[in-house]
């Protein structure tokens, strides 16, 4: 079943502005995980935070995690064309591990 | 890390027909992941295969429908059997790397017409 619910479906920003995806999830969860999809290929991962930290970063990327609240969100800062692709929070929940997607944000960053 | 190869990279199919999709990892590894990804949507776990015992499916997939085979810890497939449009999809493999539920990677995917 699906877990996380990305916000928003689409997003659209100029080169070089920083670009925000949020996610929320239902159940309690071991980690809270980030992909990218280019034109619908293999997914590649990004960021991994675990339910006990509040903040990541990786290079242009930063993850918050809001366990109260069930919520993360993901910055890609200056943009670049190369950024555009769908972006999917993924958990693992804490009964058995199990990956599962939300629905994803297509970003689309514009020249 | 792990470098998935998976083919086809897409096929267009008949109705009725069926499709096995092959997944070739370049480590041995315990687990391996079957996903679906209807046209604009998320990805779906149909079933988790591990060697040398009967996959795992999910609710709403069943193995007359999606027979998975696993017979070595590097290599799976999955066929799509008897397809109809309702099929057609991206079919993704992943394999974890690492503690378990922690990092998928994945296949380049398999994008599936069935006309």
């Known amino acids: 079943s699906q877990q996380g619910e990305e916000d928003p479906q689409a997003l659209s920003i100029q080169e070089g502005e920083n670009a925000t995806m949020n996610c929320s999830y239902k159940t309690s969860i071991n980690n809270l995980q980030w992909y990218r999809q280019n034109s619908g290929r293999g997914l590649v991962h990004l960021i991994l935070i675990r339910s006990n930290e509040r903040e990541k970063h990786s290079g242009r990327l930063r993850v918050t995690l809001d366990t109260s609240k069930k919520s993360s969100s993901l910055l890609i800062t200056a943009s670049r064309a190369a950024d555009t692709a769908s972006y999917f929070c993924?958990?693992?929940?804490?009964?058995?591990?199990?990956?599962?997607f939300g629905k994803g944000t297509r970003l689309h960053i514009l020249p | 890390s792990a470098v998935i190869s998976q083919k086809p990279s897409r096929d267009i199919c008949q109705r009725g027909t069926s499709l096995t999709i092959q997944c070739q990892v370049d480590?041995?590894?315990?687990?391996m992941f079957w996903y679906r990804q209807q046209p604009g949507q998320s990805l779906t776990l149909i079933a988790t295969a591990n060697q040398g015992s009967e996959a795992t499916y999910e609710s709403g997939f069943v193995i007359d429908k999606f027979p998975i085979s696993r017979p070595n810890l590097t290599f799976s497939t999955l066929t799509v059997s008897n397809m109809s449009p309702e099929d057609s999809s991206i079919y993704l493999c992943?394999?974890?790397?690492?503690?378990?539920?922690?990092?998928?990677?994945f296949g380049s995917g398999t994008q599936l017409s069935v006309l």
């Open positions: 993924a958990t693992a929940s804490d009964r058995d591990d199990k990956i599962i």
């Open positions: 480590s041995q590894v315990t687990m």
């Open positions: 992943s394999v974890e790397v690492g503690r378990e539920g922690e990092k998928l990677f």
